[in-house]
């Protein structure tokens, strides 16, 4: 029985791995959970699957916790990495969202778990870290991303010589096709309504702004080796197809399922084995016809940006990624505008005096420079 932890399991990815694990309580057993603040949640989770030890990243809401449970509840951020490394851990899955998923992400890695990997951002601002200590260790990261995991489940036994390009696809968003001019008034309530992802708030807006696919072309850059010029992406509608890979005599290999997380998060959960019955079939004489379209990059700047910052490497990911947490939450408070969005990343990008990335500290100097130089375009 494979015990696992899920880092952030009241989030989307968390709670869908808690569906794919109650089906198969045969095959996993749940050691450790880890949230922000949601201690109502969090606590229903303890009292379904029965973790050995919990963690809230707030304070006040762990103190609350400990009055309702006898399971150990550990706090802040350094309660979260000792969940993250808790020694009769086999795997750990990290969903925490955001710049915060770095530190236990990395604890994990330090105390030679296998990860399942749904918290990107890890490898955006510190992917020669994370994963240059990972291969030191021999550590496996199983990619959780829908697009990674379909993409690792193509290149599964290729030569990588044989790979000419691989194509991340995106849905677009509710904003795709539209024009950049069409895009200033557009509402949080309209950025959040994804036509085919429940996701939550702040990915289902870099989503909209194609953002998440750009830190995904990162991602992808460090999970597999690829340069990035042999990263491309395409604007899929359908989310059916999840990834292309071409090869070099031209032929294509893609994979394709229903646009459910529960997939990915099963196989990576299992790897190598697959889990029948996590998602429904998917129908292709239903669907019709499947449609594909070059991505704009005038009308959503931000996939530019994150191409941009992963040409110029050292700390300028930490520096993209940082000023998208800022500028995305002040969208979501009404503060700007959507357009604003990249506008504000790209100045505190061209303010950045960029830097080698030597270790932690680096990302977490660059972070909060970012993150207070985006605070102060917003205004």
């Known amino acids: 029985m494979k015990r696992i932890v899920i880092l952030g399991s009241t989030g989307s990815i968390g709670k869908s791995a808690l569906d794919v694990i109650r089906r198969h309580r045969e095959r996993f057993k749940v050691t450790g959970l880890t949230a922000g603040g949601n201690s109502e949640l969090l606590l229903e989770q303890t009292e379904e699957f029965g973790p050995e030890v919990v963690a809230l990243d707030d304070r006040a809401s762990a103190g609350a916790l400990r009055k309702k449970t006898r399971i150990p509840v550990y706090e802040g951020v350094e309660g979260v990495c000792r969940v993250a490394s808790y020694p009769q851990a086999d795997f750990v899955l990290s969903a925490i969202v955001g710049f915060a998923g770095l530190a236990p992400t990395v604890a994990a890695v330090r105390a030679g778990k296998t990860i399942g990997l749904a918290n990107k951002e890890s490898l955006v601002v510190a992917g020669e870290i994370v994963m240059r200590e990972a291969r030191q260790r021999n550590l496996r990261i199983l990619p959780v991303d829908s697009e990674h995991n379909a993409l690792f489940q193509c290149l599964d036994g290729k030569d990588m010589a044989d790979i000419k390009r691989v194509i991340l696809t995106a849905s677009g968003g509710p904003f795709a096709g539209r024009r950049k001019e069409e895009l200033k008034d ?184 970012a993150r207070q130089e985006a605070r102060g375009l917003v205004g």
């Open 186 to 369: 557009a509402s949080p309530e309209e950025a959040l309504s994804h036509p085919s992802w429940s996701m939550g708030r702040k990915i289902t807006v870099d989503s909209a702004t194609l953002m998440n696919k750009g830190f995904e072309v990162i991602e992808a850059r460090y999970l597999f080796g690829l340069e990035p010029e042999r990263i491309d992406v395409l604007i899929h509608p359908q989310s059916i197809v999840h990834c292309i890979v071409e090869l070099k005599d031209a032929c294509l290999i893609a994979q394709m399922s229903m646009p459910d997380m529960r997939a990915p998060i099963a196989y990576a959960l299992s790897y190598p084995e697959r889990l029948p019955g996590i998602i429904p079939p998917l129908d292709l004489a239903s669907i019709g016809s499947l449609t594909f379209m070059a991505p704009e990059f005038q009308s959503f700047p931000c996939l530019g940006l994150a191409y941009r910052a992963l040409g110029e490497g050292g700390t300028m990911p930490a520096v993209l990624n940082a000023a998208n947490e800022v500028a995305v939450e002040a969208f979501l408070q009404r503060e700007i505008g959507f357009n604003d969005i990249p506008a504000i990343i790209k100045e505190t990008m061209d303010g950045h005096r960029n830097t080698v990335l030597d270790g932690l500290e680096s990302v977490n100097r660059a972070d909060r420079w």
